[in-house]
């Protein structure tokens, strides 16, 4: 993952919507599998959304985006250590770059994304977040 992408943003306001309960109305007539496909098809809007990238562009994330949002967050020691144990219980390693390109799949996305842009933003992360992100990350 040598490659780097300087043209990309990371919208640290961007708020995910796919994992909130209330995409869907109790007048919404849909079932379980309805319901899993729309969360799949927000997932993905939402990860185009935090990069600014359109979905043919989606294919640069981890080959160009990922490997320099790396390098802006190696110097926290929480994220490195988040991106090391999903490495190592996804993949049975512990590469971080790795790691991190975890952290934005379906199941970390609207937690880990709480944490970058706060780490980005404020050089700290909340308590609450970094919490629930281990919470994530355990279970």
Avoid: W
């Avoid at 020691?77 to 090391?84: A, D, K, P, S, Y």
């Avoid at 799949?105 to 970058?116: E, G, K, P």
Wanted: hydrophobic share 35%; with cysteine; glycine share 2%.
């Amino acid at each position: 993952m040598a490659n780097s992408n300087a043209n990309y943003k990371y919208y640290t306001t961007y708020q995910c919507r796919y994992h909130n309960d209330d995409i869907f109305l109790p007048s919404d007539h849909v079932n379980e599998s309805q319901k899993d496909y729309i969360r799949n098809i927000l997932y993905r809007e939402d990860l185009q959304n935090i990069f600014g990238l359109s979905a043919d562009e989606e294919f640069e994330l981890f080959d160009k985006i990922l490997p320099d949002l790396y390098v802006k967050l190696k110097d926290s020691v929480f994220l490195r250590n988040c991106m090391r144990r999903v490495a190592a219980s996804n993949l049975f390693c512990e590469n971080e770059e790795l790691g991190l390109c975890i952290l934005f799949s379906y199941d970390y996305l609207y937690l880990a994304h709480r944490c970058i842009s706060s780490y980005l933003e404020h050089n700290t992360i909340l308590e609450k977040d970094i919490e629930q992100l281990e919470l994530k990350i355990k279970s």
